[in-house]
């Protein structure tokens, strides 16, 4: 176990550190808005483009990967949903926000490091496939999901103008897409392009870690913790469990490629989820509290992840 806390404990200590920092007003929160946007609008899609322009998309975008990963996700929408609505009481908008909750993991921010610390760079190919696609997904559902609350089936086709205007708008999908047209073409970047992308996305993890710390200071988890502990329970256990038995029994993978999955699948309710329920002022103290504590009690549940991955799998 020591080296499974030697994998996660350096990334939750910068995470951290940007939290007492901030905390301690050695840095504002506007200095952790502002790397947090730069970090999310520029040097994470630089690191998104460079990952999926180099991949070996014959290899690495299979149906097994999508199907398990995403069903998964699915379903964990599912149970926020209807929990919210069967336990709390929530409106159909507010449990909307709640699944939403459930389903986006912080696949980027937190899982691409600790996957490249526990298992090597070389196993980070299914988790830039899983990333590439995980933002347009999750959007599309909670887009379409919400406004089928708030106003019916009727407008399914101004919700897909919607949602494809925002999503054209997103630097990460912008990445991706950039970075499948180099892929696809057989391009070869000017010297002077591709260093100053490399260095920007070498900045990426640790600006946006240190960054996504520092905000959790605006957030309390005194507010809804009960919906926040739901959302929690799905996002770092129900998730990786329904991966890992899809992956093994339904849609088969490759022990590499399922550690990728279940690794991605363990992260914690991302920052986004409480963007997505601020968007539309819905449930946002549960979204947010449900950042915080499932980003806290992650650090065990991915300690346990990992453990079994090392001992069962790989």
């Known amino acids: ?117 526990a298992f090597g760079p070389e196993s980070l190919a299914p988790n830039f496939a899983i990333i590439s696609v995980h933002l347009l997904f999750c959007y599309t559902l909670g887009t379409i999901s919400m406004e089928m609350a708030r106003a019916g089936v009727g407008h399914l086709g101004q919700t897909a103008l919607s949602v494809g205007r925002t999503m054209a708008k997103s630097p990460m999908v912008i990445a991706a897409l950039l970075g499948f047209a180099v892929n696809l073409s057989g391009l070869t970047l000017p010297y002077l392009i591709q260093q100053p992308i490399k260095l920007l996305a070498g900045a990426a993890l640790p600006v946006a870690l240190f960054g996504m710390g520092g905000l959790f200071n605006k957030w309390s988890l005194r507010r809804s913790v009960r919906a926040a502990g739901m959302v929690t329970m799905i996002s770092t256990l129900i998730h990786p469990f329904l991966v890992l038995l899809l992956g093994t029994s339904i849609f ?62 790989l």
Request: hydrophobic share 60%; glycine share 8%.
């Open 1 to 117: 176990m020591g080296d499974i806390l030697s994998i996660i404990l350096p990334v939750f200590v910068l995470v951290g550190t940007g939290y007492l920092l901030v905390r301690m007003k050695i840095f504002g929160l506007a200095v952790a808005d502002g790397l947090t946007v730069f970090a999310t609008k520029v040097a994470v899609p630089c690191l998104l483009f460079g990952a999926v322009a180099s991949l070996d998309i014959g290899s690495v975008y299979t149906a097994n990967l999508f199907l398990t990963f995403f069903v998964s996700a699915a379903i964990c929408f599912g149970c926020g949903v209807g929990g919210a609505r069967l336990f709390f009481q929530r409106t159909p908008m507010d449990a909307v926000s709640i699944g939403f909750a459930s389903l986006f993991s912080n696949a980027f921010l937190l899982g691409i490091p600790i996957m490249e610390r």
């Open 252 to 313: 088969p993978l490759s022990p590499a490629f399922l550690a990728s999955a279940i690794v991605t699948a363990a992260m914690p309710t991302g920052i986004n989820a409480y963007l997505f329920a601020a968007n539309y002022d819905r449930a946002t103290g549960a979204s947010a509290s449900a950042v915080l504590l499932a980003t806290a009690i992650s650090m065990v549940t991915i300690s346990g992840w990992l453990w079994f991955l090392k001992s069962q799998i």
